[in-house]
């Protein structure tokens, strides 16, 4: 088993438990150049917000994609759209990246912009 296949085995077994709570989740994706935030529906069929470093509103904010600073430009974001449309708490699906660095960095700043884990 690889890197990848045991990230993926990790959240699988994340998103099972989130889809018994039937919560609206905050899922993330980070490669090494972006880091990607949605919130997804408690069905799981609808973003219903969503934000990245690919994005022009965050690439004028840092200079970097790929590091903490973006990362935290990110959270804020999706915190200002997920409130914008009323939701204001999700589960956190962490994709089976650890919590640290840069996926610790976008929930942190979730949580300051108003969404409740």
Partial sequence: MNKKDA???RARKT??????L??????????NLHIYA???SAEGNQVLASASTVEAAVKSQVAN???VAAAAAVGKLIAERA???GI????????GFQYHGRVKALAEAAREGGLKF
């Avoid at 998103?15 to 018994?20: F, G």
């Avoid at 039937?22 to 490669?31: C, G, H, I, P, Q």
């Fill in 7 to 9: 990230r993926l085995r």
């Fill in 15 to 20: 998103r099972a438990h989130i889809a018994e």
């Fill in 22 to 31: 039937r919560k609206v989740r905050l899922t993330v994706f980070r490669s």
């Fill in 38 to 40: 949605q919130v997804i």
């Fill in 65 to 67: 994609g790929g590091n």
């Fill in 83 to 85: 409130v914008a449309k």
């Fill in 88 to 95: 204001d708490t999700v589960a956190f699906d962490r994709a």
